[in-house]
């Protein structure tokens, strides 16, 4: 029978072992926590020096002036113009194509190796370097199809890139949707197509809007591809308008036109070995950092809300 | 209770348990462990004997916004283990438990018997062989794992796998060890087997078994506790328990009129 | 009124519907069929870029064998005396890679770990979105910070560091990974079963031991799989690289020394004024292709280890 005292000296030793194991327990945590805001850390320092060097850019004029070999002068206005219309061209050629695909493989394909084959092929889609969609474009669209160094190649090519992602996001939000709910809509007489245009698609909005800004997000950073179609990088000048005053309104020249975009000409002013244009570079670099973090941010509140309205 | 002869080993004094969503799961409990022998918990699912069951290794302290209130007390020391001073690490050292689904480590079947001792910082080879092998006799599994001390536990039967974790539970001479429904996922011959290896361990150890068939709480256990919506409503000897009931509900229980 | 309606002849109304459900039947058709052909939209830019990639390299190997190619030690396209051995590339690329790996897969282990097993609800809700927001921060930016911020940082502490190399970038590109690996090992080590947690807890372990004993051990295959994973961003990161690092190929495994990585060279030509059909200009779908590969391996072998690993929980 255990006695009173050799329970309780038992227990001593049990005590200050436990303090020791938990002492590591408290070391890990901060250690784990450390690790993880390394980046953070590194985001926040990277975006104060960028701030800091970048400072003296930062005007209206900065958004105004074309490129400059007087990097005092210089500006972006047709880099923000160029990411602008890329991102145009993007969102009009993944979006549609992303989704319809994200329902086809959700609600349509048989479960067979046909559907296997195109899962396979979009989760590799998503791991392929973007430099990759990059030599695809300058064989397929700048050469095989002829579009040239233009906005339409560039458009297309980014969005190729995010066409995964938009897919991915697309099929995540329609899984989310309960079946009572399709079953609700097909007992009062719908086709396949109306429940899922009315109703699927319908519930599944606010996920695929994530998906999307996500992808426009990662479209507008992206520096790689853009480069190797061979875009050019200095650009003096601004595509034809979209719009124009006479009948049909609507301008398609703008599609061939040569182009540039922010990332390029930060990546062209940091290539350079002048310091003056390092300054430019940070405040090009401050401006992305700002504009691919707000649309992320939006896309992450956006589904953190969803996830908290939404409880089927 | 006229045949108690054991002393107390632990006792809960007017517990109460909520979880974090504010249900309140156990209404002032007190109801005291005899040292060495077993204690069977029965009542209808979701009358609170696992929730009570759990108290007595903290288990509910890994989630959080559960909360306490009332006193699990052990001897010989006095200790109330459900004392916020009270590190439940410490508690799990020396109450050690079997769960419903049998839970082995991703390990070998040797390593997943020396993993308490492991985690006590014990590295002595020879100390940790010979604690193994007591401890796999112990659950009556060393026969059928001996030549194979170093396979993955999850090549063992379902049967196997339970005995494996007794025998995991069993290495560091816990004081207490609870028993969670241990044989709901397992089928009647391994049933039988664990049925046989709890009443062998009496002689060891003080038992509290939670269990959703009553046959079971008659065939192994010395006493029995009947709860309904978190109550306790009777505890007493089993035998009594069994053929004469004090309160009217517990023999609705036992006799199949309700639960 | 009632009595009306029933005279109303039914026959006509009832082909009528019938006409309607065949036109509706084909419109429902042909609408899955675009849907399809979206869906094997992604079928078909795989094919577009093995079929460009074997196309362009196909002409290339017409010009340089594909002996040379493999084991040329000097990889000058553009010189007079032109030798396109993919090696320095390569040595280029696995150094800058091994080194953005030796910060990242510690490091993003231990966050893992942390998340999954230390941190409370409330911090994990903070600190997922802010991972997040940093896989979605664009590489340009961090090559701007390995260029002028960390290689001058570094040239501190190693004077003679040059103002290329890899080092500096690798550093970056680890510190990039970071968020990545964690994500999806700290995914794996949540899917091990609560059970299986429990089980350790109950037996007095710590938290520090219930990770490093049982979890991380019962999660070890998707955790391998974060890591190959970020084997083949690594490999695949370019701004970064073409930035910091210097694009001459060199061949060394020095992290001291500049050297180009597959895709810094392609960033390179590409930049350039290579005319369409030369054999400068086809070297760099060789390099693609060699770098498809790579990549292509480490995914295939990542997403089989999930997969596994998902099968078993």
Same mark, same amino acid.
């Not at chain 1, 579009?147 to 899984?175: D, H, K, M, Q």
């Not at chain 1, 695929?208 to 003096?236: D, K, N, S, Y």
């Given at each position: 029978m255990t006695t009173q005292a050799s329970v309780l000296a038992n227990l001593a030793e049990v005590r200050a072992m436990i303090r020791k194991h938990k002492r590591n327990d408290f070391i890990f945590s901060i250690i784990g926590l450390l690790a993880l805001m390394l980046g953070l850390l590194t985001l926040f320092t990277l975006f104060i020096d960028l701030v800091a060097t970048g400072y003296p850019r930062f005007s209206l004029d900065f958004l105004t002036n074309y490129p400059s070999r007087k990097a005092a002068h210089a500006g972006l206005l047709s880099?923000?113009?160029?990411?602008?219309?890329?991102?145009?061209?993007?969102?009009?050629?993944?979006?549609?194509?992303?989704?319809?695909?994200?329902?086809?493989?959700?609600?349509?394909?048989?479960?067979?190796?046909?559907?296997?084959?195109?899962?396979?092929? =979009?989760?590799? /889609?998503?791991?392929?370097? #973007? +430099?990759?969609?990059?030599? *695809?474009? @300058? &064989? %397929?669209? =700048?050469?095989? /199809?002829?579009?040239?160094? #233009? +906005?339409?190649?560039?458009? *297309?090519? @980014? &969005? %190729?890139?995010?066409?995964?992602?938009?897919?991915?996001?697309?099929?995540?939000?329609?899984?989310?949707?309960?079946?009572?709910?399709?079953?609700?809509?097909?007992?009062?007489?719908?086709?396949?197509?109306?429940?899922?245009?009315?109703?699927?698609?319908?519930?599944?909005?606010?996920?695929?809007?994530?998906?999307?800004?996500?992808?426009?997000?990662?479209?507008?950073?992206?520096?790689?591809?853009?480069?190797?179609?061979?875009?050019?990088?200095?650009?003096?000048?601004?595509?034809?308008?979209?719009?124009?005053?006479?009948?049909?309104?609507?301008?398609?020249?703008?599609?061939?036109?040569?182009?540039?975009?922010?990332?390029?000409?930060?990546?062209?002013?940091?290539?350079?070995?002048?310091?003056?244009?390092?300054?430019?570079?940070?405040?090009?670099?401050?401006?992305?950092?700002?504009?691919?973090?707000?649309?992320?941010?939006?896309?992450?509140?956006?589904?953190?809300?969803?996830?908290?309205?939404?409880?089927? | 209770?006229?045949?108690?002869?054991?002393?107390?080993?632990?006792?809960?004094?007017?517990?109460?348990?909520?979880?974090?969503?504010?249900?309140?799961?156990?209404?002032?409990?007190?109801?005291?462990?005899?040292?060495?022998?077993?204690?069977?918990?029965?009542?209808?699912?979701?009358?609170?004997?696992?929730?009570?069951?759990?108290?007595?290794?903290?288990?509910?302290?890994?989630?959080?916004?559960?909360?306490?209130?009332?006193?699990?007390?052990?001897?010989?020391?006095?200790?109330?283990?459900?004392?916020?001073?009270?590190?439940?690490?410490?508690?799990?050292?020396?109450?050690?438990?079997?769960?419903?689904?049998?839970?082995?480590?991703?390990?070998?079947?040797?390593?997943?018997?020396?993993?308490?001792?492991?985690?006590?910082?014990?590295?002595?080879?020879?100390?940790?062989?010979?604690?193994?092998?007591?401890?796999?006799?112990?659950?009556?599994?060393?026969?059928?794992?001996?030549?194979?001390?170093?396979?993955?536990?999850?090549?063992?039967?379902?049967?196997?796998?339970?005995?494996?974790?007794?025998?995991?539970?069993?290495?560091?001479?816990?004081?207490?060890?609870?028993?969670?429904?241990?044989?709901?996922?397992?089928?009647?011959?391994?049933?039988?087997?664990?049925?046989?290896?709890?009443?062998?361990?009496?002689?060891?150890?003080?038992?509290?078994?939670?269990?959703?068939?009553?046959?079971q709480a008659a065939r192994v256990s010395d006493y029995t506790a009947y709860m309904y919506l978190g109550e306790l409503i009777e505890y007493d000897d089993t035998d009594k328990i069994f053929t004469n009931p004090g309160r009217k509900e517990t023999e609705d229980y036992i006799t199949g009129k309700f639960g | 009124m009632a009595s009306q309606v029933l005279q109303k002849p039914a026959e006509p109304t009832i082909s009528a519907r019938l006409a309607k459900n065949v036109r509706r039947h084909v419109l429902e058709r042909v609408i899955e069929f675009i849907l399809m052909l979206a869906a094997l939209s992604a079928v078909a830019t795989t094919i577009s870029i093995v079929v460009i990639l074997l196309y362009e390299s196909f002409t290339f190997f017409e010009h340089v064998s594909l002996w040379d190619f493999l084991t040329d030690t000097q990889w000058t396209p553009l010189f007079e005396n032109a030798h396109y051995g993919i090696l320095p590339l390569v040595s280029g690329t696995l150094t800058t890679s091994a080194i953005a790996l030796a910060v990242a897969i510690p490091l993003g282990t231990i966050g893992a770990i942390y998340l999954s097993e230390f941190a409370s609800h409330r911090t994990r809700e903070i600190v997922k979105p802010i991972l997040e927001l940093l896989i979605g921060v664009p590489t340009v930016v961090f090559g701007y910070f390995a260029l002028l911020f960390v290689t001058p940082l570094l040239q501190r502490i190693f004077p003679e560091l040059p103002g290329f190399n890899m080092l500096g970038p690798g550093i970056v590109m680890g510190i990039m990974i970071i968020p990545y690996i964690s994500s999806m090992a700290e995914d794996a080590m949540r899917s091990v079963p609560m059970s299986m947690r429990e089980g350790s807890y109950a037996m007095g372990a710590t938290r520090f031991q219930t990770a490093i004993r049982v979890v991380a051990p019962a999660a070890i295959s998707g955790i391998i799989a974060a890591y190959i994973l970020g084997i083949s961003r690594a490999v695949g990161e370019t701004m970064v690289v073409a930035l910091a690092a210097g694009q001459q190929p060199n061949l060394t495994f020095n992290p001291m020394e500049s050297a180009a990585t597959i895709t810094a060279y392609i960033v390179q030509v590409a930049m350039g004024d290579l005319p369409h059909g030369s054999v400068g200009y086809q070297s760099i779908f060789a390099a693609g292709l060699v770098l498809m590969l790579m990549t292509l391996t480490f995914n295939i072998i990542g997403h089989i280890t999930r997969k596994k690993f998902r099968e078993t929980y």
């Open positions: 880099a923000w113009v160029g990411s602008l219309l890329v991102m145009l061209v993007t969102f009009i050629s993944a979006v549609p194509m992303g989704v319809a695909a994200g329902v086809y493989l959700e609600e349509y394909a048989p479960k067979n190796w046909f559907s296997d084959l195109i899962e396979i092929n =979009v989760t590799n /889609l998503a791991g392929v370097p #973007s +430099i990759v969609y990059g030599l *695809l474009a @300058l &064989g %397929l669209f =700048v050469y095989g /199809l002829g579009f040239g160094e #233009s +906005i339409l190649t560039a458009g *297309l090519t @980014l &969005g %190729l890139l995010i066409l995964p992602i938009v897919i991915v996001n697309t099929r995540e939000s329609i899984r989310g949707i309960p079946i009572a709910i399709r079953e609700a809509a097909y007992a009062v007489g719908a086709t396949k197509w109306q429940v899922v245009f009315h109703h699927v698609l319908h519930y599944a909005s606010g996920g695929i809007l994530t998906g999307v800004i996500i992808g426009m997000a990662r479209a507008i950073g992206e520096t790689a591809p853009i480069i190797t179609i061979g875009a050019l990088t200095f650009i003096a000048f601004l595509p034809p308008s979209p719009v124009s005053d006479v009948a049909p309104f609507i301008n398609v020249e703008w599609l061939s036109s040569g182009f540039t975009v922010l990332p390029i000409q930060m990546f062209n002013w940091l290539s350079r070995p002048d310091h003056a244009f390092h300054i430019n570079a940070a405040a090009t670099g401050a401006l992305i950092i700002v504009v691919t973090l707000l649309m992320n941010a939006t896309a992450i509140w956006l589904r953190y809300r969803i996830r908290k309205n939404i409880k089927w | 209770m006229a045949t108690i002869t054991s002393p107390v080993k632990a006792e809960s004094r007017d517990l109460n348990f909520y979880y974090s969503s504010g249900h309140k799961a156990l209404k002032g409990i007190s109801m005291a462990l005899y040292e060495k022998r077993i204690t069977a918990l029965i009542g209808p699912s979701g009358c609170g004997k696992s929730t009570f069951l759990r108290c007595f290794n903290r288990m509910h302290d890994l989630y959080p916004g559960n909360k306490y209130d009332g006193q699990i007390v052990m001897h010989p020391d006095n200790t109330n283990i459900l004392d916020s001073g009270v590190d439940p690490i410490e508690v799990r050292m020396r109450i050690s438990m079997v769960f419903q689904k049998p839970n082995p480590f991703p390990k070998s079947i040797y390593e997943n018997v020396a993993y308490g001792l492991r985690v006590r910082g014990e590295r002595n080879k020879r100390v940790v062989d010979d604690k193994v092998e007591e401890a796999l006799k112990g659950a009556a599994l060393w026969d059928e794992v001996k030549n194979r001390l170093h396979d993955l536990a999850f090549n063992l039967s379902g049967g196997q796998q339970q005995r494996l974790c007794i025998a995991r539970a069993l290495a560091t001479d816990p004081e207490i060890m609870l028993f969670d429904e241990p044989t709901s996922a397992l089928d009647p011959i391994a049933t039988a087997s664990i049925e046989e290896l709890m009443s062998e361990l009496r002689n060891k150890l003080t038992i509290l078994v939670v269990t959703h068939n009553m046959q | -």
